[in-house]
């Protein structure tokens, strides 16, 4: 494990106390079902983000200038369900010290436990759930807090939007409401979707980002790359209008499986939280 802080070292890379941002590192993967190797996710994103230019051009800004400190969860539970608990704790004490919490995994089963923390300041919270998959498994591999039961656990907090999805089983589909659902191929060529995602929305919102939500040909390193998926534009469009119009309390970026012959998908998931936290941020 290198020490590469989000940013890198030429950013506002900070103490806790000062820092208004947590990038909370959770290199977890336990209940990966297929290919192995989320759990070098967290770490290949900090170690690109070194290099993603720190100005950005669209909100003329510098995000860190904000502070940001890493904070790299060590000794993992094995169990997702000791996890969770264990990210609750995290997450609740990051709103209660005024932090802006990203989460960076690991599979998606981190994602129930941060919901939860967030829950216990804003009663309103909806989730907004970026993904290829619907995750509406009630049990998985003998597990209620697998990867493929991440929205079922969701929604028993809080109400979710999906969006990007194109992969599910039977039993996901008759859990689905469709009233909350843009899947891939409604979207695809269509302009007015984000605006309609985004009524859906409650004014306290967090958002997850399964990075399989884009199409594999701009990341290809996930567990399940599935094909058909968003482009960048798209997804930052939808990220965009989402800090502007709500309250955006903390998001998680997740299922990054690293190739180190292709470094491109771990830039582009770096840049990712960039972009999206200097949207949040513009609007603060």
């Known amino acids: ?30 209940t990966a079902t297929w290919q192995k190797g989320a759990d070098l996710g967290p770490e290949a994103i900090l170690e690109a983000s070194a290099h993603v230019e720190l100005y950005d051009i669209e909100t003329d800004s510098e995000v860190h200038s904000h502070g940001i400190h890493t904070f790299r969860l060590s000794n993992l539970p094995g169990s997702p369900e000791e996890l969770t608990h264990v990210i609750r704790q995290k997450f609740s004490s990051f709103i209660t010290d005024g932090k802006f919490p990203v989460m960076l995994g690991g599979n998606h089963s981190i994602t129930p436990g941060a919901v939860q923390g967030i829950k216990d300041h804003f009663s309103d919270l909806t989730v907004l759930q970026l993904d290829a998959h619907a995750d509406l498994k009630e049990s998985y591999n003998g597990s209620m807090f697998n990867h493929a039961c991440v ?60 990075l399989d939500v884009f199409d594999p040909s701009i990341i290809p390193s996930t567990g399940t790359p599935e094909p058909g998926g968003l482009d960048w534009y798209q997804i930052i469009g939808l990220l965009r209008t989402v800090a502007q119009k709500r309250y955006v309390v903390g998001f998680d970026v997740v299922e990054l499986m690293p190739n180190k012959y292709n470094k491109a998908p771990d830039f582009v998931a770096a840049k990712l939280v960039f972009q999206f936290l200097s949207y949040i941020f513009k609007h603060r």
């Open 1 to 30: 494990m290198n020490d590469t802080p989000f940013g890198g070292k030429d950013s506002n890379w900070t103490d806790y106390k000062s820092a208004k941002i947590i990038v909370f590192s959770v290199p977890y993967d336990c």
């Open 151 to 210: 929205m079922a656990r969701v929604k028993e907090v809080c109400p979710a939007i999906q969006v990007g999805m194109r992969a599910m089983d039977r039993e996901e589909c008759n859990r689905l409401d469709m009233s909350r659902v843009f899947l891939a191929r409604d979207i695809f060529l269509k302009d007015d979707w984000i605006d309609k995602v985004v009524e859906l929305l409650s004014f306290h919102v967090y958002v997850t980002i399964d």
